[in-house]
């Protein structure tokens, strides 16, 4: 049978690996200890923060398709959260979500739905993969590690442009192309608190500053209800900020988040912070995917669509689908 080694273990990694699994012999390699990429959640008894995606939509009929295992499962479930944008410090409007279409989250954390795609495939966690070589008619990667894993016939890379850029040979055609992908970075600020916020809102667009979202995270279904913030950069900030010190962002996000809500949020009884350096890219236009027969290597992730879950999905489906053609 057909070996076939994933590098990273994402939605667009996690979606190729369900629909191969059938046709070949599939190993996922993933440098961290859990699956779903920024469908990511962290916790800090008695607190819960969904760090990276905040919600998705579903948009296709296939991508609803897909999720709705999840759904009457419960894995997945609505979000109908009280949103408003604030301009400034100002609110500038609210509404409740519903349909039109639904905002979706995992339950009982977003990173639910990555534990629920991966429970039966073959994940090898915390092996960071770091060179590939063929030899023998067969790919042999290597990890961080020095060691040198199982060969398999075809690599297929989930990994930012950047990150793929350095791993991926050079004699691929398609390699030269992701030198030039500038994918945008975000800071992730979790906040825990004693008590309730006095805030009237669940989920916030922020404008004119250097946060762009802040929502209660305790407000999602099925979450601690010990009272969980969690406030993103903006990419721009975060871009040009993101070497610095974490305890002085720490300092900076807190300050910009109290300025919008009107409290003192550095009373906060957790404070932490996380920086994605591949956060998010706008919408894309060129290819949802590469394949090279000749080379047997394949590239899929949510940058080659937009920074979306949804693009995650279509990205790794649309590979899948070209190498079933093939194997």
């Known amino acids: 049978m057909t070996k076939i080694a994933i590098i990273g273990a994402g939605l667009a990694g996690l979606t190729a690996a369900h629909d191969l699994k059938e046709h070949a012999s599939v190993t996922l390699y993933e440098k961290s200890r859990g699956v779903g990429g920024r469908l990511a959640t962290r916790r800090a008894e008695p607190f819960s923060f969904d760090h990276g995606a905040q ?13 709705d295992p999840m759904i009457q499962d419960g894995t997945v479930q609505r979000w109908d959260a009280r949103f408003a944008e604030i ?40 092996t960071r ?54 994918m945008r970075g975000c800071f992730s600020l979790m906040l825990g608190f004693r008590d309730a916020l006095p805030i009237e809102f669940d989920a916030a667009l922020v404008r004119e500053r250097d946060i762009s979202w802040i929502s209660l995270n305790s407000s999602k279904p099925g979450r601690p209800e010990a009272c969980s913030l969690l406030v993103h950069s903006t990419n721009l900030w975060a871009d040009a900020h993101i070497e610095d010190d974490r305890d002085w962002v720490t300092d900076y996000l807190c300050d910009q988040t109290s300025e919008v809500i009107g409290y003192d949020v550095h009373s906060a009884q957790h404070k932490a912070v996380h920086g994605w350096r591949y956060a998010n890219i706008g919408r894309q236009t060129g290819a949802t ?22 693009a995650a999905f279509k990205s790794g489906r649309a590979l899948a689908n070209s190498l079933k053609e093939i194997i």
Not at 103 to 120: F, I, T
Not at 289 to 310: I, T
């Open 87 to 126: 301009e400034g410090s100002t609110l500038v409007n609210s509404k409740q979500w519903g349909e039109a279409p639904p905002h979706y989250v995992g339950a009982p954390s977003m990173n639910a739905v990555g534990k629920y795609l991966g429970a039966d495939l073959d994940i090898r966690f915390e």
């Open 129 to 182: 993969i770091t060179s590939m070589q063929w030899s023998h008619d067969q790919w042999h990667l290597q990890d961080e590690r020095g060691e040198t894993l199982a060969p398999c016939d075809w690599v297929l890379s989930t990994l930012p442009a950047q990150q793929a850029f350095d791993l991926l040979p050079p004699t691929l055609p398609f390699r030269a192309a992701l030198g030039s992908v500038q």
């Open 289 to 310: 995917h590469f394949l090279h027969a000749d080379q047997r290597v394949g590239l899929c992730g949510d940058w080659l669509v937009q920074g979306r879950v949804e």
């Open 55 to 67: 919600f998705f939509k579903a948009r296709s009929k296939a991508f609803m398709d897909f999720i």
